[in-house]
């Protein structure tokens, strides 16, 4: 497989600017012939259908929530970011696209990711140009915050409802386009599949959700917009619904999967406290402006934390890392949160927790103030927990969180299927080995509102694509395949739900390939992963028929694609022998303890290549080059 | 805690449906509400019985998927709160909980508590938003917006598109729900000049989708888990009133300008 960035040529600065005015543009007419996919209506997927629509192509667009307003953008919390330097700080898109590089571990794409610091400007004026309320100062100008891993001001935000307000902005703009006929909306439709036709993506197969019917659609150009796989471990911030299975599929059909390893464990989430725990909420990382992380000096210190003195406390991150304090990038926090509780200076049941407090904050700004920045996240966490963090600090653990793996993308948005894109948290892109906090919603609207609209129609003005409908033999082909795999899930009528199977993998790949991992315990859980995964098969029980709504039937498949992606990441993460960003291998590290990058033997993009059911992946490389970054060891001192 | 449910089960839309009573023991306190169906679904599924559908996906109150009327209210007993959000120690130990669907003209039932709400998005198609082309937007700042005005906008926005106003409506009404969407963009500069069509509009639709009319109950608001005020209502009305009495007032169909 041969991997081409298709990155350009010329300064950094000038490369996008240049590439598009150089791109082949589809006529007016044209476009309205041209029929493209969108799976996927979060912030990705209904700013690209929106915006392609505005274009004047036709467009279909498919979700599995009942309503594209609910994709799970809708729950980020704390901002988006963006180089407009409205505070005067010094910010500029030259040093978010440095911050991004560095916060991601010298692991992405130069030319990427300095598109996305150049579009982040733009992004802020089309969001606010359609109605999104952000917050804004008493002059009438917009307001910033912080985030983790940086030095300014850059983070746009509304309340603690960002992603809500940025897709509430998208998903109106994609219903203005279904208003008007042109884009026809799949709500409550899986996509279980790819197909591929002559070497180029031509469509999808479908479950819909409600009818159990199997379909198909087919189209000119086919992107895939369909969030991050962090529900492999069961438990993570995401929403329930959240999986893999488009771009597993996909892969299955030969796009290349890059960096499955690389997953984001978030530090501030509250902590779990039990075993009928169905998922973790996060408390966002705009906390840690106001909020100071501790824990006790001494070990097994089980007194109320009031009662604890100043002195007898450890800020552990402001000791550690004196300049960015508690606003060290995540994958920083995560492992030192780690640390301490594993020292056993945790906090609350089970000593897996540290305190997130306020006392400070508020005592200096007052409480109206905390309340106004974060009341609703307050709130959110007094529903869970019972306790108000205006009177006790939050109890705060890591917990997965975002995927900056995902299918290998060329600077088009292409995977290595032609005709075939990968959009936000899809796609591998841009974040390296570990995000910064507020860069998704940048990434993902950067991509739908101003890159893929550009590079699609690049594609569809070179080729020459043939009359391919769903009654093409291919369709039939992989339609089959669809409900074959349907059938098995239901035939097996075993004793255990795949709601117990999910748990149990998720547990495997949180002990071992979660926040830190080892060559030892990758070997293991690969063995115990394939065994897991033929119980599955074997032991499953779904109960109902394929052909009507059914719950059950629908996370049966998504944990099925779950087992072969753990496996996967287990592979990469075993293959990977050096630390970078969130991927910690406990044998390379500094003595400090933070991650000790290999780049001379790992300073590339590992891109797995599917090579067949029970076959070893191949693993494709593409090398990292760096034109203006020097990559250095991170520091945060 | 043990509870007595009291769960409606619905085979389709066709099908009239039934209370069916599962008694349910080992519930925790700490459990949210739809943590404990999980563990009732978990021993549906054990015996093999068909497990009770509904809706769910961010469980934090805020993709709005969730939602069923206990004991008679929308998203339960506690003020505020999703029924993703709402936890077992609201509820006293040996409960009797009764769950229903919405119950709503407009939101036909799928199955057991899953309804269909694609109506609201029909009633955002036909006039809710902002025309902003991509790449048409002026520079952000050059629009400035009270702080007060923008907070307002944020309050009405925060709607999540529940349909609880819809089922704790005596008339199924969905007036708070259009008169947030209203309201948010008309509170903003950028909303000014699609003010008039949107709202004239958005009604036209939500009256076409057989929702009924709004009589000040009230139940809305207080069903509302975002808090959404009913002042919104008086804003629409408002701006309706305003909207119909200019000549030639039409419900234009939606990016009717465009293209
Ligand atoms: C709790 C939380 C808070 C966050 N806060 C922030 C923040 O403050 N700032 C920030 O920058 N980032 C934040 N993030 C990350 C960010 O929200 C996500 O990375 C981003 O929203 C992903 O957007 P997306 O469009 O790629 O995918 P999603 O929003 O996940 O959308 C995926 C879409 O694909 C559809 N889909 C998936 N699979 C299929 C299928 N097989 N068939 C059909 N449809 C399918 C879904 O229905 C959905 O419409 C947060 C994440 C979480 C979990
Ligand atoms: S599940 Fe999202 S609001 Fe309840």
């Not at chain 1, 440095?98 to 802020?124: C, M, P, Q, W």
């Not at chain 2, 066709?14 to 021993?43: C, H, I, K, W």
Request: a neutral charge; hydrophobic letters at 40%.
């Amino acid at each position: 497989m041969e991997l081409r960035s298709k990155a350009p040529a010329g300064p950094l600065a000038d490369k996008w600017e240049r590439y598009r005015s150089d791109i082949r543009l589809v006529s007016p007419t044209n476009k309205l012939k041209h029929h493209i996919i969108v799976v996927g209506s979060g912030l990705a997927g209904a700013s690209a259908a929106a915006s392609l629509a505005e274009l004047g192509y036709t467009v279909s667009c498919f979700c599995f929530q009942d309503s594209p307003r609910r994709a799970h953008s809708i729950a980020a919390q704390g901002g988006i970011n963006a180089a407009k330097n409205y505070q005067n700080d010094g910010d500029s898109v030259f040093r978010l696209f440095y911050d991004t590089i560095k916060g991601g571990d010298f692991r992405s794409r130069e030319v990427n990711v300095y598109r996305l610091a150049e579009t982040s400007l733009r992004i802020i004026d089309q969001c606010t140009a359609q109605g999104v309320p952000f917050a804004r100062e008493y002059g009438g100008l917009l307001a910033n915050r912080s985030f983790g891993g940086v030095q300014v001001a850059r983070t746009f935000y509304a309340r603690g409802q960002t992603g809500q307000q940025l897709l509430l902005g998208a998903y109106q703009a994609l219903e203005r386009q279904v208003g008007a006929g042109k884009v026809r909306m799949y709500p409550r439709t899986e996509m279980l599949d790819l197909v591929v036709v002559d070497g180029r993506a031509r469509g999808i197969v479908v479950r819909d959700l409600v009818s159990g019917a199997v379909g198909s659609s087919a189209g000119d150009a086919v992107v895939l917009a369909t969030g991050g796989y962090s529900n492999v471990y069961y438990l993570s911030t995401n929403a329930k619904g959240c999986n893999v299975t488009a771009i597993w599929r996909a892969h299955r059909r030969g796009a290349a999967f890059a960096n499955p390893c690389f997953t984001q464990i978030h530090p501030t989430c509250i902590p779990q406290t039990g075993h009928h725990q169905s998922k973790l909420t996060l408390m966002s990382e705009s906390l840690r402006n106001d909020g100071r992380i501790w824990v006790p000096k001494r070990k097994g210190d089980a007194r109320p934390p009031r009662e604890i003195q100043e002195s007898e406390r450890d800020y552990f991150l402001e000791r550690l890392y004196p300049s960015y304090g508690n606003l060290v990038p995540r994958d920083v926090a995560s492992r030192r949160v780690k640390e301490v509780c594993d020292e056993g200076r945790g906090v609350g049941p089970g000593g897996y927790g540290v305190y997130l407090d306020f006392a400070d904050a508020i005592a200096r700004l007052g409480r109206h103030v905390i309340a106004e920045r974060y009341g609703n996240l307050f709130e959110m966490y007094e529903r869970i927990t019972a306790e108000n963090p205006f009177d006790v600090p939050m109890r705060i653990y890591p917990a997965p969180h975002y995927t900056m793996g995902g299918l290998w993308v060329d600077y088009n948005l292409m995977t290595t299927i032609d005709g075939l894109y990968a959009i936000g948290e899809a796609n591998f892109s841009d974040h390296g080995a570990n995000r910064l906090g507020a860069s998704a919603l940048m990434q993902g609207l950067a991509d739908g509102y101003f890159i893929l609209p550009y590079t699609i129609g690049d594609y569809l003005a070179q080729v020459k694509l043939g009359q391919v409908g769903t009654d093409h033999t291919a369709f039939r082909q992989v339609e089959r395949e669809v409900s074959e795999r349907v059938e098995r899930l239901l035939a097996a009528r075993g004793r255990t739900t795949p709601d117990a199977f999910h748990r149990e993998l998720g547990r495997l790949m949180w002990d071992k390939c979660g926040m830190s991992r080892n060559a030892q315990g990758l070997k293991e859980t690969l063995q115990k992963i394939a065994a897991l995964g033929e119980r599955f098969a074997r032991d499953v029980y779904v109960g109902g028929k394929g052909e009507e709504f059914n719950q059950t039937l629908e996370h049966a498949g998504r944990v099925a694609d779950f087992f072969e992606l753990a496996e996967l990441m287990c592979r990469d993460a075993l293959h990977r022998e050096e630390s970078c960003g969130s991927h910690f291998r406990e044998e390379f590290q500094t003595p400090e303890g933070e991650a000790k990058r290999d780049d001379a033997r790992f300073g590339y993009v590992a891109a797995w290549e599917y090579a067949g059911a029970g076959k070893a992946p191949v693993l494709n490389k593409e090398p990292l080059e760096f034109e203006v970054v020097h990559p250095a060891q991170r520091s945060y001192v | 805690m043990r509870l007595t449910l009291h769960v409606w089960r619905q085979s389709g839309p066709r099908d009239a449906g039934r209370f069916v009573r599962y008694d349910v023991t080992d519930v925790s306190p700490d459990m949210s509400f739809l943590e404990m169906l999980d563990v009732l679904n978990q021993q549906l599924l054990g015996r093999q019985e068909e497990p009770i559908a509904f809706d769910h996906d961010c469980r934090e109150g805020i993709c709005g998927a969730c939602g069923m009327v206990i004991n008679g209210r929308p998203h339960g007993p506690q003020h505020a709160t999703t029924t993703c959000q709402l936890h077992m120690r609201t509820f006293p130990d040996g409960a009797a909980l009764w769950l229903e669907p919405w119950r709503a003209r407009a939101f036909p039932v799928v199955k057991d508590l899953v309804v269909d709400r694609s109506a609201f998005d029909r009633v955002i198609a036909a006039g809710g938003f902002i025309t902003a082309r991509t790449g048409s937007a002026p520079e952000a700042n050059s629009t400035l917006v009270p702080k007060r005005d923008a907070d307002l906008a944020m309050d009405a926005a925060a709607c999540i598109g529940c349909g609880a106003c819809v089922a704790a409506c005596p008339n199924a009404s969905a007036m708070l729900f259009v008169a947030a969407k209203v309201s948010h963009l008309g509170l903003l500069p950028q909303g000014q000049p699609e003010r008039a069509t949107r709202v004239v509009s958005m009604v036209a639709q939500m009256d076409a989708e057989g929702f009924g009319a709004c009589t000040n109950h009230g139940e809305c608001m207080a069903a509302c888990p975002k808090e959404i005020s009913i002042d919104f209502i008086a804003r629409l009305n408002r701006d309706y009133l305003k909207a119909v009495a200019r000549p030639k007032p039409q419900a234009v169909k939606a990016n009717g300008g465009d293209v």
